[in-house]
Nanobody, 119 residues
Framework: QVQLVESGGGLVQPGGSLRLSCEAS????????MGWYRQAPGKQRELVAG???????NYVDSVKGRFTISRDNAKNTVYLQKNSLKPEDTAVYYC?????????????WGQGTQVTVSS
């Protein structure tokens, strides 16, 4: 059974920092592309950051220079370090594990963790 368990969300003031963690089980973690998505009220879910099995990363423009995604394959965990937080970063953040092959695709999601940026 595949599980992605997020932690680290909460309430933070503008300009503050948070680190989200997502621990995976039930998958061969080091071959999956891992990603963090977010969904704000009334908006579509968007990809915030992704990290491939080889370590290359990508970010949505609105978080470049403020957020850093990383992975620890020994711990089956992906992280999202969020600095200089803004109220518009308020959303539910979801962890995703994705694996694509010519014949099959695998896509798993965590339950989400709320991040609220407010004074």
């Amino acid at each position: 059974q595949v599980q992605l368990v997020e932690s680290g969300g909460g309430l933070v003031q503008p300009g503050g920092s948070l680190r989200l963690s997502c621990e995976a089980s039930g998958i061969i973690f080091n071959i999956y592309t891992m990603g963090w998505y977010r969904q704000a009220p009334g908006k579509q879910r968007e990809l915030v950051a992704g990290i491939r099995s080889g370590g290359s990363t990508n970010y949505v423009d609105s978080v470049k220079g403020r957020f850093t995604i990383s992975r620890d394959n020994a711990k089956n965990t992906v992280y999202l370090q969020k600095n200089s937080l803004k109220p518009e970063d308020t959303a539910v953040y979801y962890c995703n594990a994705e694996l694509r092959s010519p014949s099959r695709s695998y896509d798993y999601w965590g339950q989400g963790t709320q991040v609220t940026v407010s004074s």
